[in-house]
């Protein structure tokens, strides 16, 4: 039998395991390493006597035991050995409560093995967790195309729902993996009003069914982005919604378009500006977002979810960026609603539609 502590000892990767209170337990000599410390000057230590995280918010999330973390190129303070930017990963030690998993990884070397850059790593997806979703993706759709072969013409809609957002979700990893790399994604002429609706089915589809009353003007023109992450950010911000007000009396969500005109985005991939008419508001009556965190809203790590991973509007954030849109939020006392705002450029006559274009809900 394989003893489990000389297979730790084998590792190249620095593990650490931490005890309640984040203490030191149990490091493997990988770990005295990349320390520059033995395991008898470790052990019984608290982790911030060892490392000092630059990221407050992250130190908060690692403190949090039942918490799952990946920060790539954070920075931080190893005493003795200077700021250096390391991959950390967190996690709870199953049966074992208060107890947790370290991983730390220089970032240099890891990003020449991936062939990355360092710049906002914090969001970026390991190739290694793309591939182990990718692979059971694949199958899920595979079955959606044999229990669409036996399904009477009513329920083929669901069916080929799942083979879309399977497609949808592999092509949003591609491009997760690809963001290191700044790598502007291909935009498109998109119907907003379409992708609205995609997102809702997808919602729907999941069993949540929010209420959500759509106030549309159906005189707007096709905007600038990429469908599949356009459907995506509404996903999120509509699932987001229906979370925010579940416990109110009336639950309601909105989803509004408009123009809005005179809102100018100064930065952009090409470093020209760009006029953003077009207005998406997703609102909902839940009791809004603490005043402290509202400056921090988009920012990683940063969750009113108790469960949550804090990454969900980060990403948002890059997708509507990249898409030289913007994103903000506020919160209307007088009516009781919050609000989330992103602001879109037009298409150009010129530019054809997206060719991975979400389709159109069936009816």
């Known amino acids: 039998m394989v003893d489990p502590a000389r297979q730790l000892a084998s590792l190249p990767l620095a593990v650490v395991l931490l005890a309640p209170g984040q203490r030191i337990s149990t490091v493997n000599p990988a770990a005295e390493q990349f320390l520059g410390q033995s395991a008898r000057r470790l052990v019984g230590r608290a982790l911030g006597e060892v490392i000092l995280f630059d990221e407050p918010r992250l130190a908060e999330r690692m403190a949090e035991v039942d918490a799952q973390i990946s920060a790539r190129a954070t920075p931080v303070l190893v005493p003795g050995q200077g ?52 692979n059971p993706l694949a199958g899920i759709r595979g079955a959606a195309q044999l229990l669409g072969r036996k399904l009477q013409d009513g329920d083929l809609a669901l ?33 907003l009003h379409e992708a609205v609706r995609r997102a809702r089915a997808v919602i729907e589809a999941s069993g949540k069914s929010p209420l959500v009353i759509e106030e549309f003007d159906p005189s707007l ?12 950010v509404l996903i999120n911000l509509i699932a987001n919604a229906a979370e925010a007000c579940a416990g109110s009396a009336e639950p309601r969500i909105a989803v509004r378009t408009r123009f809005a005109s005179g809102l100018q985005l100064h930065r952009t991939h090409e470093g020209a500006p760009v006029r953003l008419p077009i207005e998406l508001r997703v609102s909902d009556n839940g009791p809004g977002v603490d005043p ?14 108790k469960s949550g991973q804090g990454l969900g509007l980060a990403l948002v954030r890059r997708m509507v960026r990249d898409m030289n849109g913007r994103i903000s939020h506020d919160r209307e006392q007088a009516t009781g609603m919050t609000h ?11 530019i054809a539609p997206d060719a991975s274009r979400a389709r159109e809900q069936v009816a």
Not at 176 to 187: A, D, G, H, I, K
């Open 159 to 191: 069916t080929g729902l799942i083979a879309d957002e399977v497609d949808r979700i592999a092509k949003l990893i591609d491009q997760m993996q690809s963001l290191s790399r700044r790598t502007p994604p291909e935009l498109g002429a998109c119907n």
């Open 292 to 305: 402290a965190m509202a400056d921090h809203l988009f920012e990683p790590f940063v969750t009113t979810k």
């Open 83 to 134: 700021q250096r930017r390391l991959d950390v990963t967190t996690a709870p030690v199953l049966d074992q409560p208060g107890w947790q998993i370290l991983t730390l990884q220089d970032s240099a070397g890891a990003e020449a093995l991936r062939g990355e850059g360092g710049e906002d790593t914090v969001l970026r997806a390991p190739e290694i967790l793309a591939h182990e979703i990718k």
């Open 340 to 350: 989330f705002r992103v602001h879109l450029q037009v298409a150009p006559k010129s």
């Open 221 to 232: 023109p096709p905007v600038l982005a990429n469908a599949d992450a356009l459907v995506q």
